[in-house]
């Protein structure tokens, strides 16, 4: 063993001692030590997983800055990062050495990486140098440790579009986000500088204290001979005062064991809120690492009752209400969403408070699509955010008000254009969309002539289509709530305006033109350009044949009844891509984690392993589900399948492992799957917990032979939020071959549409 291996290992076993003594920690994992957030750091074809070190749902967040986990080196130490994905605001950067080598980023080689999702620890090869972080809510802390060198110290502090200012121990400064809206920092050190000032070709000019515009930059020179230092920082939207107050609130001395563990224990406390039992130390890692990744979106950004929205440009009382932001619900809708109803409600209903503020806030009252810290950058398609309203409602959330809610969804689907990826209000092609019930697609070879469609994105005339048609059911059940009978029956039967872009003789979902004729010819795996988007979106034909996902009864009828649905289904996972894999992903770049046709790498995918349920043969999808969770999401650096939205895969991989699916947002009820553990406990609230249980379990035993919930004989493939949420115990009994008859029957088929009486 080397001496900076011998080191880092006594480090991890003197700082592993000391947070158990803190918290009195018994031998043994806790939750939070399944957790790896390595697993996705190397993407399968778009954008990997970052190692995020946060709390939950909190303003601040960071991961070493660096393409993905083969990078070479890291860019500097990351202060925050303050967009899901994107690159870090403001860069701390040690240097050891002559001044002549400053500059305004350090890149470091790197080894003896550790993270943990409230620490992080990493040896900066190139000079010697250790760095220890962890986070609190809004601040953070660094210690810094040179035990090697005699050579200078010196700590940088970059603004890449801003301002800095340096006071002795003390810098301040922001940096521009754009869209009005700013990142405030105010940091101290524990040491006193020698000298500080700004950085300016390489040379740090003690005449100057404060820099603005691009790199704006300050360095402080530290004594000879200096071992550590320790920083500590504060973070703010709203200004470097608000930075420093929030840095005094949590974090008012340099010790970072305690902040660290305060951390650990938050981190514990918010996973154990699913209990899990099995024999599989792989999957239990990749369950707590998908429950940990559900929590980097949305973040609170109210800080001591006020926050700041760039939706408006100003600064808000937030009432005792906080306000999040940073969510991209195309993808968060499905799964996300609906997780957070059943272990963070409150939460939730905090969530849907600020999409109702956000779109009082906006020029138009209209509910956002992808909130982020900068405003809504109105990226993807549809208007979503009616869904996460409606499945909160039907799932007893009554922390909102469902009327404001109705509007701000109504206006965003009506006067908003549907057009992908544009914030203009609507036009021909709404008009268009509002009299026929489907957005036409353009011929082959036809230009686009109208202004609010994305060169780029074009009209994805199927996906918007289908999407939309989701969004007025939604609606209509929101309308039906609120005693609005006419908007209700009038969006209800909107909602099954799917019919009209259904080709009954290839019984696939097909792009139709302005004059009602199907767009030919047209190949279902290949046809729309680049993501289909001329037809689709990100995913070809075979995804969107399933897309119904307020009526799939329906559309198990359109198919030609359960056995065809069924059969269809398998058919998808079987057929070859017909196109040699680096031709298919020049087309399909998020197409991935790929089954024949099925993408389980793209979140128009996650519901379809689900939907045998409907056809009457639930042992298929507990074979499929099973064996989707087994090929694509496991304990290694390309564990994840696709772009991991903050939740919006691996809420797939939460729901799926419990053995249960909200394959219907909207509907408050759960489609059964196949559960992984031996016993999950969901801490509901109350005092109470829900329980999946299952009797003659080992790792290999997928299928289901029989059911009992709380103590009944179940033979129904779903179950209600109802009964979830009353608490007791769903208990499976399983087995290596497959039931066929249990929960077959027509009795037994989930709802669609709405909820039995």
């Not at 040896?123 to 050579?151: C, M, R, T, W």
């Not at 109803?341 to 849907?352: L, R, S």
């Amino acid at each position: 063993m080397t001496k900076k291996s011998a080191f880092t290992f006594l480090f991890i076993l003197s700082f592993a001692s000391l947070l158990a003594k803190a918290q009195n920690v018994k031998p043994g994992k806790e939750p939070v030590d399944y957790v790896n957030p390595y697993i996705g750091n190397i993407s399968h074809l778009l954008v990997p997983t970052y190692p995020t070190i946060h709390l939950p749902n909190s303003l601040l967040r960071v991961y070493p800055e660096r393409a993905d986990f083969t990078g070479n080196q890291v860019s500097g130490l990351p202060v925050i990062v303050t967009s899901h994905r994107g690159a870090s605001a403001f860069n701390l950067s040690p240097y050891l050495g002559e001044e002549s080598g400053l500059n305004n980023v350090v890149n470091y080689g790197y080894d003896n990486e550790i993270v943990k999702p409230y620490f992080y620890q990493v040896d900066l090869d190139d000079y010697g140098i250790n760095v220890q972080f962890a986070p609190s809510h809004q601040s953070a802390i660094y210690q810094i440790a040179f035990p090697n060198s005699e050579k200078q110290a010196y700590l940088i502090l970059n603004s890449r579009n801003g301002e800095m200012k340096v006071d002795g121990n003390t810098v301040s400064g922001y940096q521009s986000l754009g869209n009005n809206t700013r990142v405030f920092v105010y940091m101290e050190t524990d040491l006193k500088p020698v000298l500080t000032g700004i950085l300016t070709a390489q040379k740090l000019n003690s005449d100057i204290k404060a820099a603005s515009g691009k790199d704006a930059c300050v360095a402080l020179k530290y004594p000879s001979n200096t071992k550590q230092i320790k920083v500590r920082y504060g973070i703010s939207f709203i200004s470097i005062e608000q930075a420093k107050r929030n840095l005094q609130r949590e974090i008012k001395d340099y010790n970072i064991e305690k902040v660290a563990g305060a951390g650990r224990s938050i981190w514990n406390k918010t996973l154990n809120k699913i209990a899990i039992e099995g024999d599989n130390e792989n999957q239990k890692t990749v369950f707590y690492t998908s429950l940990y990744r559900t929590y980097e979106r949305m973040i609170c950004i109210s800080e001591d009752g006020k926050y700041f929205s760039a939706f408006d440009g100003k600064v808000h009382d937030d009432k005792g209400l906080p306000f999040y932001t940073d969510d991209w619900i195309w993808d968060t809708y499905r799964a996300t969403h609906p997780l957070r109803a059943i272990i963070e409600p409150e939460k939730e209903q905090h969530m849907i408070n600020s999409f109702i503020r956000m779109a009082e806030q906006m020029e138009n009252f209209w509910m956002p699509t992808f909130p982020e810290i900068n405003g809504d950058s109105r990226r993807m398609n549809s208007n979503h955010g009616v869904a996460t309203v409606i499945d909160a409602y039907n799932k007893g959330l009554r922390g909102f008000d469902l009327e404001k809610a109705y509007l701000a969804c109504k206006n965003a689907i009506t006067q908003k254009t549907l057009a992908p990826w544009s914030p203009k209000k609507a036009g021909a092609l709404d008009s268009f969309y509002k009299e026929h019930g489907y957005i036409p697609a353009l011929p082959p070879g036809e230009q686009e002539t109208i202004p609010e469609v994305h060169s780029w994105e074009k009209r994805q005339p199927v996906a918007v289509t289908l999407g939309t048609v989701y969004d007025e059911w939604c609606l209509s059940k929101i309308a039906k709530i609120l005693g609005k009978e006419n908007d209700a029956a009038y969006f209800a039967q909107r909602s099954l305006n799917y019919h009209k872009v259904f080709n009954t003789e290839t019984k696939f979902f097909h792009p139709k033109d302005k004059d009602g004729k199907f767009i030919e010819p047209f190949d279902y795996r290949f046809s729309g350009g680049i993501g289909a988007r001329e037809a689709y979106d990100e995913n070809n034909g075979w995804v969107y044949r399933w897309d119904v996902q307020h009526n799939i009864g329906d559309l198990v009828k359109m198919m030609g009844g359960r056995d065809s649905f069924v059969n269809e289904l398998e058919r998808m996972y079987s057929t070859p891509l017909g196109k040699g894999r680096p031709d298919f992903h020049h087309m399909f770049g998020d197409h991935t984690g790929i089954v024949g046709q099925y993408s389980m790498g793209n979140e128009p995918s996650m519901h379809i392993p689900y939907l045998y349920n409907y056809g009457g043969q639930p042992w298929r999808t507990q074979k499929r589900v099973r064996s989707l969770l087994t090929q694509w999401f496991r304990n290694d650096l390309m564990g994840i399948p696709g772009d991991e939205d903050g939740g919006g895969l691996t809420s797939f991989v939460v729901f799926s492992s419990l053995g249960f699916y909200p394959i219907t947002p909207g509907l408050p009820m759960y489609v059964i799957g196949a559960p992984m553990f031996k016993n999950a406990k969901i801490d509901i609230g109350n005092g109470k917990t829900f329980e999946v249980s299952c009797l003659n379990y080992s790792p290999e035993n997928k299928f289901i032979q029989s059911a009992k919930l709380n103590g009944k004989v179940w033979n129904k493939s779903w179950f209600s939020h109802k009964e979830l949420m009353r608490g007791g115990k769903l208990e499976f009994v399983m087995g290596k071959h497959p039931n066929k008859l249990w929960a077959s029957t027509e009795d037994a088929l989930p709802p669609s549409f709405s909820m039995p009486d």
